[in-house]
Structures are given as structure tokens and as C-alpha cells.
């Protein structure tokens, strides 16, 4: 009985954390970044300075 009762909090826990992540991931308010996810690579759509 016990271990039924267990079993699902964590299952529920870890489905909870799935889903957070992937909502902060597809709905993030921070800066997009390129679709690599770095930020200073060639793949970024983000401008760059170019110093002389």
C-alpha cells in the first residue's frame, strides 16, 4: 500500500519536472538564442561586432 502511494508522488514529481522544463524551454523570456543553443557560435542568427 505504502509503496503504491510512493511510486506515485514520484511519478507525479518527475512528470511536474518534465513538464516545467520543457515549457521554460519552448517559452523562455530570456534572450532567444541560435538554434544550436550557444550564444557566440556561427550557427547564431544574433548580429556581430566586428572589431578592427
Keep these: 500500500m505504502y ?12 512528470a511536474l519536472l518534465v ?3 520543457v515549457y521554460g524551454f519552448f517559452f523562455s523570456k530570456n534572450e532567444q538564442k541560435g538554434s544550436c543553443g550557444c550564444s557566440n557560435c556561427g550557427c547564431s542568427t544574433k548580429s556581430k ?3 578592427y
Design 3 to 14: 509503496q503504491e502511494i510512493i511510486v506515485g508522488i514520484i511519478g507525479v514529481s518527475v
Design 19 to 21: 513538464i516545467y522544463k
Design 49 to 51: 561586432s566586428v572589431k
